[in-house]
């Protein structure tokens, strides 16, 4: 894959946080839109500061959850495609998503909410854990947020082939990050 990497270490302040989410887009220009990367990240900080998430995470015996987030820009599979794999005392766990299509600003919050929820219950079937906590409130984001870093990558160009997928394989979504 041709790549452009504008971050490739976990997306975090401290070293005891559980949760590090990684962002990627596959779209041109590198950015996947920033009110929706920005409302991602923000929404994986707050389950990674709120007590009881922590407390759920903390029945898996794993250290961290990596979560690679790669937002697609033409989406045309039935549901997001994941990977969860363990590697040491972590879990590796990559979603694809799709790009909002025209969404407000206001309402970039709430979809991400809905969308990392959605996440980690994929790793709550996979790892056969109890039910996931309540949602804690999620702040307001500030309007001077900085950039989020993002990893960017082209789809490969598919060698005779007529229509490309428009969309990662999951031996791509392994890669994403690494």
């Known amino acids: 894959m041709d790549e452009q990497t504008l971050d490739h270490g976990p997306d975090t302040d401290d070293d005891h946080s559980w949760l590090r989410p990684h962002l990627g887009t596959t779209t041109g220009g590198g950015r996947a839109p920033r009110e929706h990367v920005v409302a991602l990240r923000h929404v994986a900080r707050t389950l990674d500061a709120d007590p009881r998430w922590r407390s759920w995470w903390q029945q898996t015996?794993?250290?961290?959850?990596?979560?690679?987030?790669?937002a697609e820009g033409?989406?045309?599979h039935l549901r997001p495609s994941a990977d969860i794999r363990?590697?040491?005392?972590?879990?590796?766990?990559?979603?694809?998503?799709?790009?909002?299509?025209?969404?407000?600003?206001?309402?970039?919050?709430?979809?991400?909410?809905?969308?990392?929820?959605?996440?980690?219950?994929?790793?709550?079937?996979?790892?056969?854990?109890?039910?996931?906590?309540?949602?804690?409130p999620v702040p307001s984001l500030p309007s001077d947020v900085p950039d989020v870093p993002v990893t960017a990558k082209r789809l490969p160009e598919a060698?005779?082939?007529?229509?490309?997928?428009?969309?990662?394989?999951?031996?791509?979504?392994?890669?994403?990050?690494?």
């Open 86 to 136: 363990r590697l040491d005392d972590c879990l590796w766990a990559n979603f694809t998503c799709a790009l909002p299509d025209g969404m407000p600003a206001s309402a970039a919050t709430h979809a991400a909410t809905e969308e990392v929820r959605a996440m980690f219950e994929v790793i709550r079937q996979a790892l056969t854990l109890s039910a996931l906590p309540p949602t804690p």
């Open 74 to 76: 033409r989406l045309d």
């Open 61 to 70: 015996g794993l250290s961290a959850c990596e979560l690679g987030i790669v």
């Open 159 to 178: 060698a005779n082939e007529p229509e490309q997928p428009g969309y990662l394989t999951l031996t791509q979504i392994q890669e994403f990050f690494a």
